[in-house]
């Protein structure tokens, strides 16, 4: 953040005049002029307030912009929304009387210049910082390595050259010529990836300055405030960072030469004297950029411990003669539900965004899983038709068809591409014309459930009571079994990257973290969870629903992480 040239006297400012502040007022959050000096140690509202006298020009221009007051209605914040992570004021309040946990701003900001969140930005820079200034070493000690051999080389020539009659010589010079090329581009690159460096670790020391500054000179309240937004920035510095960091910009460079020993032998024919390579190799300087892709990972990873379900609501099903099952949902775009519903009603479940029921849309057999792929477009898998039915909700009325060699069960949709698995085929990639494009091998017949996040993917074995986690091409990353869960069936994550699945044998909802080492149980038949089958966790709202197959319950609880 910048500081300000000079601080503008607030009081004076209100009334359109413009006057230098000799004074800076934290508990205001403003500066003051001799005059209003004068009038806020009179007042009984601010004559306990301390104020700053010294380097008013080190207070950051950030204070002068912050509101400390809402933006819609003017007035003071008084209260802190813990799930949506927002100051309130008075009229705020009354848009959050069903979050659970309000709590006074004054309580939460204080203290808040020593709070752990400030402490662990201040850690991050300084190992992010730590590691930008490893990589600056060792890129110029390799500028400088290459330097030398590029010196011996050209010795190693030289000599040669002296053996030799003067046909060499244009020969020696073109190959003077290619390793003073090679060295200026190697140059160059790494100058210019220094110079890149460089000015990523001037926003991010930036950052630094400006936590020092706000501890000295800004209140608890602009602390607490501010404190989001330094580690909104920091977060941005620390991904712009690593998406600059390409493995390339992290090799290490050698210049070597390759003689030809029939120089002599065979003199005319030779048309060049040396052959250039250069090397590049893995060095410690990945391991440095994997550290801060981990310091991000871990600065939005969330303990299992704090993962709470709140405000419980749940979804009627209209009444039918015949049981409901439903298997799995989604929640569309304008927050709409849409369940399927695998009993003999076949059919998919259609709510409003309230929670009442919308319709129902009819289908020939039994739907499995369902996913959102376009704006008002859901893609069906119905496994006894060996397909993917796609609908337009907005023109009620089917807009496609893939078919699958085999049942088709769990599906999601990544990158433009539907995943799916198939029975007896494993987990196929398709595009969104059918086409297969790739194929990950199971060691098991039936493959129900399955989910991809980022680059991972997670599935469920009901028979082996196991969610696995791999990458996109099979690889397994960790397994997880637990004894008090068994016949897992939906998966999803959250935005921390902790994993849930539902127990459809054992009647619970379990949620895994991210290293699948650690878990915890969030439902379980003592909260009336029976017959648990499908999850859908919507990342914007942060609501999870819970279905059942038992006679169509359903749940939807905010997610506080």
């Given at each position: ?16 005049i413009?006057r230098?502040s ?5 508990a205001?959050?403003?500066g ?9 140690k009179a007042?009984?509202?601010?004559r306990k307030?301390k104020?700053?006298v010294?380097d008013l020009q080190?207070?950051p ?7 400390q007051t809402?933006?819609d ?8 929304c813990?799930?949506?992570e927002i100051p309130?004021c008075s009229?705020?309040i ?5 979050c659970?946990?309000m709590?006074?701003?004054?309580y939460v900001?204080r203290n808040s210049k020593?709070s752990t969140k400030?402490?662990d930005i ?7 910082l730590?590691n930008?200034e ?14 030398d ?6 010795t190693?020539?030289?000599?040669l050259?002296?053996?030799i009659?003067g046909?060499?010589?244009n020969?020696q010079d073109?190959?003077l010529?290619?390793?003073s090329?090679i060295?200026?581009k ?6 210019n990836f220094?110079?890149k ?11 630094a300055q400006n936590?020092?500054?706000i501890r000295?000179?800004a209140?608890?309240?602009?602390t607490?405030?501010?404190?989001q937004k ?5 977060a941005k510095e620390q991904e712009s ?5 390409s493995?390339a910009d992290l090799e290490?460079?050698?210049i070597h ?8 032998s065979?003199?005319t024919?030779?048309?060049s004297l040396?052959?250039?390579?250069v ?14 892709q981990?310091?991000?990972s871990d600065?939005?990873?969330?303990p ?17 003669p015949q ?8 929640i ?13 009603n076949r059919?998919l ?21 369902l996913v959102n792929?376009e704006s008002n477009k859901v ?8 397909a993917i ?5 907005s023109k009620n009325k089917?807009a496609?068809?893939i ?5 088709c069960y ?6 433009n591409k539907f ?6 085929q494993g ?5 969104i014309?059918?086409?297969i ?8 017949e ?6 991809t ?11 082996s009571?196991t ?18 869960f068994?016949g897992p069936?939906?998966?999803c994550?959250?935005?921390c990257g902790?994993v ?8 619970n909802?379990?949620?895994i973290s ?11 038949e003592k909260?009336?969870?029976?017959g648990?089958?499908?999850l ?5 709202t942060?609501q999870l629903?819970v279905?059942?197959?038992f006679d169509?319950?359903?749940v ?6």
């Amino acid at each position: 953040m910048d500081h300000a040239t000079h601080v503008p006297c607030g009081p004076c400012a209100f009334k359109n005049i413009r006057r230098k502040s000799v004074v800076w007022c934290p508990a205001c959050g403003e500066g003051l002029c001799e005059s209003c000096l004068h009038h806020h140690k009179a007042s009984a509202a601010s004559r306990k307030h301390k104020v700053v006298v010294k380097d008013l020009q080190r207070v950051p221009s950030v204070l002068f912009s912050m509101r400390q007051t809402c933006p819609d209605h003017g007035l003071t914040f008084d209260m802190y929304c813990d799930i949506h992570e927002i100051p309130l004021c008075s009229k705020c309040i009354a848009d959050h009387k069903k979050c659970l946990r309000m709590l006074p701003i004054s309580y939460v900001s204080r203290n808040s210049k020593f709070s752990t969140k400030l402490w662990d930005i201040e850690h991050g820079i300084a190992h992010v910082l730590g590691n930008i200034e490893e990589i600056i070493r060792k890129k110029e000690d390799n500028l400088e390595s290459i330097g030398d051999e590029k010196s011996n080389i050209e010795t190693e020539i030289t000599n040669l050259r002296e053996k030799i009659n003067g046909y060499l010589d244009n020969l020696q010079d073109k190959v003077l010529n290619d390793i003073s090329v090679i060295y200026s581009k190697c140059s160059m690159d790494t100058e210019n990836f220094l110079s890149k460096i460089e000015a990523r670790k001037r926003n991010i020391e930036s950052i630094a300055q400006n936590i020092t500054c706000i501890r000295e000179y800004a209140s608890d309240l602009q602390t607490f405030l501010l404190t989001q937004k330094l580690e909104s920035d920091f977060a941005k510095e620390q991904e712009s960072f690593v998406s600059d960091l390409s493995d390339a910009d992290l090799e290490e460079i050698d210049i070597h030469v390759s003689f030809n020993s029939n120089i002599f032998s065979t003199l005319t024919a030779i048309t060049s004297l040396a052959d250039i390579d250069v090397i590049r190799y893995q060095s410690t300087m990945s391991k440095l950029k994997k550290d801060i892709q981990d310091e991000c990972s871990d600065a939005n990873r969330s303990p299992l411990a704090n993962i709470r379900l709140l405000s419980r609501t749940p979804i009627v099903t209209p009444r039918d003669p015949q049981l409901k099952f439903l298997r799995n949902c989604v929640i569309l775009e304008n927050k709409e539900i849409l369940f399927t519903d695998d009993s003999e009603n076949r059919r998919l479940v259609w709510f409003n965004a309230d929670g009442s029921h919308k319709r129902n849309i009819e289908m020939r057999s039994e739907p499995y899983d369902l996913v959102n792929h376009e704006s008002n477009k859901v893609a069906v898998t119905v496994p006894r038709e060996k397909a993917i039915f796609m609908f337009d909700l907005s023109k009620n009325k089917m807009a496609g068809k893939i078919v699958t060699k085999n049942f088709c069960y769990g599906l999601c949709f990544c990158d433009n591409k539907f995943v799916v698995s198939v029975l007896d085929q494993g987990i196929q990639t398709l595009d969104i014309y059918g086409k297969i494009l790739q194929t990950v091998p199971m060691n098991v017949e039936k493959i129900c459930n399955i989910h991809t996040s980022q680059d991972k993917l997670y599935y469920s074995e009901y028979d082996s009571s196991t969610v696995t986690c791999s990458d996109l091409y099979g690889n397994c990353i960790w397994k997880f079994r637990h004894k008090d869960f068994t016949g897992p069936l939906s998966i999803c994550t959250d935005i921390c990257g902790n994993v849930y699945s539902v127990g459809y044998d054992t009647d619970n909802l379990i949620a895994i973290s991210p290293d699948g080492k650690n878990c915890v149980f969030l439902l379980q038949e003592k909260d009336k969870l029976f017959g648990p089958t499908g999850l859908y966790f919507h990342k914007k709202t942060k609501q999870l629903i819970v279905c059942s197959r038992f006679d169509g319950q359903a749940v939807m609880y905010d997610l506080v992480t």
